[in-house]
């Protein structure tokens, strides 16, 4: 299959894809119709397959920005078209709102943290949400991501190239926008306790075996002598308000049999 020069020269990249449409090539299928017979022209088309619509995304990005959806090819045949078939679902998607979580862990150091947020701005992404920690020497940044499908492929395209530059680890994964679960009562759990391995365990595993769901968890080792105080807090929900009786009880007599300097459980209880 010949490629007309104005094609080469406003899709360069993506030319030799094309090229392959031959049997064995998956990436692109060939296919010769009759198209205006009495006058000997025929049409080509070009389908792409969705195993390789990613690797083909820059192409059609193109085209669909400049809403061109055919253009001349040269061909032994005589002048002909290539046009690329819309799929109504895949059209519908790429205008749609799509979510990407990023997290993206380095050497901490001034800008580095300018330096992601501008380039995922670049790529036409919002911030939704953030979190930045400091963690020894590293930073831990976690972003959730919308825009809409061309913007967040460019970004997963691009990223870890870019990180590689800024020395980062980046990983990231497709999601949905945040459903909100009902739940009837929330609370608010804080334990104060000489610091030692397995302390954090044991308290997420008490909470799971009391139906109570983790939101949010921080912890916080506080150097002192003689020894290491570790304060931990917990922001937990329940489904149902039934089985919260007891809760506070229970985390008391928890607290009290691991030996914790202080301690604190609040129940909210959410009104109709």
Same mark, same amino acid.
């Given at each position: 299959?010949?490629?007309?020069?104005?094609?080469?020269?406003?899709?360069?990249?993506?030319?030799?894809?094309?090229?392959?449409?031959?049997?064995?090539?998956?990436?692109?299928?060939?296919?010769?119709?009759?198209?205006?017979?009495?006058?000997?022209?025929?049409?080509?088309?070009?389908?792409?397959?969705?195993?390789?619509?990613?690797?083909?995304?820059?192409?059609?990005?193109?085209?669909?920005?400049?809403?061109?959806?055919?253009?001349?090819?040269?061909?032994?045949?005589?002048?002909?078209?290539?046009?690329?078939?819309?799929?109504?679902?895949?059209?519908?998607?790429?205008?749609?709102?799509?979510?990407?979580?990023?997290?993206?862990?380095?050497? =901490?150091? *001034? %800008? +580095? #943290?300018?330096?992601? !947020?501008?380039?995922? /701005?670049?790529? @036409?992404?919002? &911030?939704?949400?953030?979190?930045?920690?400091?963690?020894?020497?590293?930073?831990?940044?976690?972003?959730?991501?919308?825009?809409?499908?061309?913007?967040?492929?460019?970004?997963?395209?691009?990223?870890?190239?870019?990180?590689?530059?800024?020395?980062?680890?980046?990983?990231?994964?497709?999601?949905?926008?945040?459903?909100?679960?009902?739940?009837?009562?929330?609370?608010?759990?804080?334990?104060?306790?000489? =610091?030692? *391995? %397995? +302390? #954090?365990?044991?308290? !997420?595993?008490?909470? /799971?075996?009391? @139906?109570?769901? &983790?939101?949010?968890?921080?912890?916080?080792?506080?150097?002192?002598?003689?020894?290491?105080?570790?304060?931990?807090?917990?922001?937990?929900?329940?489904?149902?308000?039934?089985?919260?009786?007891?809760?506070?009880?229970?985390?008391?007599?928890?607290?009290?049999?691991?030996?914790?300097?202080?301690?604190?459980?609040?129940?909210?209880?959410?009104?109709?």
């Amino acid at each position: 299959m010949d490629i007309s020069p104005d094609f080469q020269g406003r899709y360069g990249k993506a030319a030799p894809l094309e090229k392959q449409g031959r049997p064995g090539a998956s990436r692109v299928t060939i296919r010769q119709k009759p198209h205006c017979a009495s006058r000997g022209r025929t049409r080509r088309t070009l389908v792409v397959t969705p195993r390789y619509r990613a690797r083909c995304n820059e192409i059609l990005n193109k085209v669909a920005m400049q809403d061109r959806w055919q253009w001349p090819m040269a061909s032994p045949f005589g002048p002909c078209h290539c046009i690329h078939i819309r799929n109504p679902l895949m059209d519908e998607r790429r205008f749609m709102t799509h979510y990407l979580v990023v997290t993206a862990i380095g050497t =901490d150091r *001034p %800008g +580095i #943290v300018n330096e992601v !947020t501008r380039h995922v /701005s670049g790529c @036409g992404c919002n &911030i939704v949400d953030s979190r930045l920690g400091i963690f020894g020497n590293e930073f831990t940044f976690i972003m959730l991501l919308s825009g809409d499908w061309n913007s967040l492929m460019q970004l997963e395209i691009s990223l870890p190239l870019r990180s590689q530059e800024w020395d980062l680890i980046t990983m990231m994964k497709r999601t949905e926008r945040h459903q909100s679960l009902q739940y009837d009562i929330s609370a608010n759990a804080e334990i104060l306790i000489r =610091d030692q *391995p %397995g +302390i #954090v365990s044991q308290c !997420t595993q008490f909470f /799971s075996d009391h @139906g109570w769901d &983790i939101q949010a968890m921080q912890t916080v080792t506080l150097e002192q002598q003689p020894f290491n105080l570790l304060k931990a807090s917990f922001q937990l929900n329940l489904a149902k308000q039934g089985e919260a009786a007891g809760s506070q009880t229970a985390f008391a007599g928890f607290c009290r049999e691991l030996g914790a300097e202080s301690f604190e459980f609040i129940v909210n209880h959410k009104h109709a």
